[in-house]
Structure formats: C-alpha cells, structure tokens
C-alpha cells in the first residue's frame, strides 16, 4: 500500500510516500528557517504562504524520488492538528483535493502520534507491538510531554509542559545571549564547549496542587518559562563581554543542562515498570540530551529508541508510518474534517 502523507503543521513543508508501514520510499522536507530567522521565531503568515507556494512542486519531487506516479498512490494521509490554524489548512486542502481528484482514501493523523512512532522508522527499531507498553518522550519546539503507548491507538499522557516546551526554552534562551535562530543547533554547539555545571540555573517544577495537574502527576509535568527569567536576570547581573567565548560557552552549557536535566530526571521517574524508552521531535537531537538518555537507559537496564536525524523534525514520513499502521481517522466521510490546532496527544 503506497500512501502519499503530507506534512504542513507549522514551517517545513514536507512530503512523503511510504509503504505500509515502516518503508520510507521518499521524505522530502522543505525548510523555512531562512524566512522566519530575522524575526527570531515562526511567523504565522509566512509560514502559510509558504506552504501555498512549495508544496505543489515537493509533491511532485516526494513521487519523483519514490520511483512513482499518480497511479501508484493508494491513500493519501494530512497532518490535521495540532499545530498553527493557517498551515495545517493549506496541507488539509491539498490531501482532500488530491483524495477527490484521484478518488483514493484520507486518513487524517494528529501530528504527535507521528513523533510518538517516528524511532521505529530506523531500519534497526523493533516493531512497536513486540515493547508493548513503552514510554514515549517528545520534545519538540511546541511540545513536550510524556506518553505511555500500552497498544495501538491505547495511550496515556502521563505529563507535559504547563508553559514553554523545551524547544521555546533553547530558542527563547538563544535569543536573549543574542545567538540567533533556530537556537537549539546553536546551543547544543556551544555547549559541548562549556562547563555544564558553570552555574546552578533552576530545574523548572509545576506547581503542585493535590499532586495532580489536570489529572497528571505534577512531578512528571515539566515547566520552562522561570528558566527563561532566570538566565534573563543572570546576564543582567553577569554580562557577558563580547569575545569572552568560554563564559558564553559556559552559560549556554549551564542553560543547556538545566533543560537536559529536567527532561531525564521526570523520563527516569515515568518509567517505573516499562523497559522500552522511544524518544522523538527536534530537540531529540541534542547532543547532550542524547547521551544523558543513553546514560541512563544503560545504567538501568532500559531499551532506547531514539529516532533518526532526519525523522525529529517535523516530517511527513511519519505521518505516513501512522497512517499505515492502521491509526488515524479514516474514511470518505471525513473530507469535511476540520484543522485542530489544539488536538491532544492522546486523540486519534
């Protein structure tokens, strides 16, 4: 089953034919870090017209790269939420008009399920169904949260961010030292140059009311934004001189590991009885974060799954991967279905 998935919930612009489930025959990303750099963060508007503008041409190249043509597709799968309103609209209208024009099935996947099964898209990861259940992490610009996956379409969100994710932390953080954007890349850089332990920024803890937060653990719920303030006092007190590059260094790897820290510390405590740790979305690919996860799965005797470079980011495979397995919302009666911006993890 060839299934052409179309991926536009915030900036990248990305295109994909998978075949159920797990082989990726091409995954062609279009990024627009170049247009939302000057403005330090994504621009709604840009990102939308964007999208308009390049999605017709990386749906030719996705099939071009496959080996494949319009008679070839036999599905078509959108990202339908969560994610900004206007670019999940442009991807939802070219899915239903591709659906209606070549009469083939939509299947309309929320974007986080993507991330949830996106490190089983490495040649060498298990099949989800043989580590039933796992813990899911994902850490991404918008998102942050823990899930225990118990069984296809069974999840449960054990913890999030009640705040910033972690990706707002690292590009927030990257902007006040003046580092650019995106600010995770450039962090993570420069903090393999510093001491992480230079100074003592705060771990972020969610206010704890009854010990539950919406129905989840307050102590598995993550919080960024007084880390944010924290590092803003900082340099008011500490600036740093230009061409002091080890202090600057230092700083980052001392913001950097705060965020790190947090991340492993609640991940430990959600484990509990599951053996099998599945990692995914962009700030996956901090280096520091890597190697803390892998720390500690080693030490305790736990499986990490952590997905390939080109599957953090946001990205059509695995919205391909998601449809195949069967997930999603399918169904001709769905060529009305809206844009969720708001969609929960837990929902299909």
């Given at each position: 089953?060839?299934?052409?998935?179309?991926?536009?919930?915030?900036?990248?612009t990305s295109?994909?034919?998978?075949?159920?489930?797990?082989?990726?025959?091409?995954?062609?990303?279009?990024?627009?870090?170049?247009?939302?750099?000057?403005y330090?963060?994504?621009?709604?508007?840009?990102?939308?017209?964007s999208?308009?503008?390049?999605?017709?041409g990386?749906?030719?190249?996705?099939?071009?790269?496959?080996?494949?043509?319009?008679?070839?597709?036999d599905?078509?799968?959108?990202?339908?939420?969560?994610?900004?309103?206007?670019?999940?609209?442009v991807?939802l209208?070219?899915?239903?008009?591709?659906?209606?024009?070549?009469?083939?099935?939509?299947?309309?996947?929320?974007?986080?399920?993507g991330h949830?099964?996106?490190?089983f898209?490495?040649?060498?990861?298990?099949?989800p169904?043989?580590?039933?259940?796992?813990?899911?992490?994902?850490?991404?610009?918008?998102h942050?949260?823990?899930?225990?996956?118990?069984?296809?379409?069974?999840?449960t969100?054990?913890?999030?961010?009640?705040?910033?994710?972690?990706?707002?932390?690292?590009?927030k953080?990257?902007?006040?030292?003046?580092?650019?954007?995106?600010?995770?890349?450039?962090?993570?850089?420069?903090?393999?140059?510093?001491?992480p332990d230079?100074?003592?920024?705060?771990?972020g803890r969610?206010?704890?009311?009854?010990g539950?937060?919406?129905?989840m653990?307050?102590?598995?719920?993550?919080?960024?934004?007084?880390?944010?303030?924290?590092?803003?006092?900082?340099?008011?007190?500490?600036?740093?001189?230009?061409?002091n590059?080890?202090?600057?260094?230092?700083?980052?790897?001392?913001?950097?590991?705060a965020?790190?820290?947090?991340?492993?510390r609640?991940?430990?405590?959600?484990?509990?009885?599951?053996?099998?740790?599945?990692?995914?979305?962009?700030?996956?690919l901090?280096?520091?974060?890597r190697?803390?996860?892998?720390a500690?799965?080693?030490?305790n005797?736990?499986q990490?799954?952590?997905?390939?470079?080109?599957?953090?980011g946001?990205?059509?495979?695995?919205?391909?991967c998601?449809?195949?397995?069967?997930?999603?919302?399918?169904?001709?009666?769905?060529?009305?279905?809206?844009?969720?911006?708001?969609?929960?993890?837990?929902?299909?």
């Open positions: 089953m060839n299934i052409l998935a179309i991926e536009t919930s915030c900036d990248e295109v994909a034919l998978v075949r159920k489930p797990y082989e990726v025959c091409s995954n062609v990303i279009f990024s627009q870090v170049d247009l939302h750099g000057p330090g963060g994504v621009v709604p508007e840009i990102a939308c017209r999208h308009v503008e390049v999605l017709p990386v749906i030719e190249e996705g099939l071009q790269q496959a080996g494949a043509g319009w008679n070839d597709v599905a078509i799968a959108v990202t339908y939420g969560p994610g900004l309103a206007s670019s999940l609209l991807g209208a070219a899915a239903k008009a591709l659906a209606m024009r070549l009469k083939k099935p939509i299947c309309y996947v929320n974007h986080l399920q949830i099964y996106s490190p898209l490495a040649p060498e990861a298990p099949a169904e043989s580590v039933f259940p796992f813990l899911s992490l994902v850490v991404s610009g918008g942050t949260c823990l899930v225990r996956v118990d069984a296809l379409g069974k999840s969100l054990l913890g999030q961010t009640i705040d910033d994710a972690a990706g707002e932390a690292f590009d953080g990257a902007n006040l030292l003046g580092l650019g954007y995106p600010g995770g890349p450039i962090m993570d850089k420069l903090g393999r140059e510093g001491n230079f100074h003592a920024f705060p771990r969610a206010k704890r009311e009854r539950l937060i919406n129905g653990d307050s102590d598995l719920c993550f919080s960024y934004s007084g880390l944010k303030t924290a590092l803003l006092y900082y340099l008011k007190q500490n600036p740093i001189e230009d061409g590059q080890q202090l600057l260094a230092d700083v980052v790897a001392s913001y950097q590991e965020i790190v820290d947090s991340l492993v609640k991940t430990a405590k959600a484990m509990k009885d599951i053996d099998t740790l599945a990692v995914g979305g962009g700030v996956s901090n280096s520091r974060l190697s803390r996860l892998a500690y799965a080693e030490a005797g736990k990490l799954l952590l997905a390939q470079a080109k599957h953090c946001d990205n059509a495979a695995m919205i391909g998601i449809a195949g397995l069967g997930l999603g919302r399918w169904g001709d009666s769905l060529m009305d279905c809206d844009a969720s911006p708001n969609l929960r993890v837990t929902e299909q």
